[in-house]
């Protein structure tokens, strides 16, 4: 059992930075990534990002390339989401999650198996 909390969540003016935070408890596994997702009203979830707690790759979305990025603090057990230059279509529920005793990569919702419970990120124009 893996627990997620997120952070840092808040409202932003276009072109300005958010830094997320997810800290997990329970049984994380060093192999498996965690990733970051979004889902905007009336839209699906979708992939933003995700990290292996092991090597620290890394995988980015290409609708946040160059200007969201992931990163992981080992000792914390704590997973981040940099957000620069955010955009008002970048407003949305930000999640974080774990692909829980599983070790590939996946952009797909359905396959992580553990959830927080959500931080809003509002971007205004």
């Known amino acids: 059992q893996v627990q997620l909390v997120e952070s840092g969540g808040g409202s932003v003016q276009a072109g300005g930075s958010l830094s997320l935070s997810c800290a997990a408890t329970?049984?994380?596994?060093?192999?498996?990534?965690m990733g970051w997702f979004r889902q905007a009203p009336g839209k699906e979830r979708e992939f933003v990002a995700a990290?292996?707690?092991?090597?620290?790759?890394?995988m980015v979305a290409d609708s946040v390339k160059g200007r969201f990025s992931i990163s992981r603090d080992n000792a914390k057990n704590t997973v981040f989401l940099q957000m620069n230059n955010l955009k008002p279509e970048d407003t949305a529920l930000y999640y974080c999650?774990?692909?829980?005793?599983?070790?590939?990569?996946?952009?797909?919702?359905?396959?992580?198996?553990?959830w927080g419970q959500g931080t809003q990120v509002t971007v205004s124009s």
């Open positions: 999650a774990a692909r829980v005793e599983y070790d590939s990569w996946s952009r797909n919702p359905a396959d992580f198996n553990s």
């Open positions: 329970g049984r994380t596994s060093r192999t498996s990534p």
């Open positions: 990290i292996r707690w092991s090597t620290g790759s890394t």
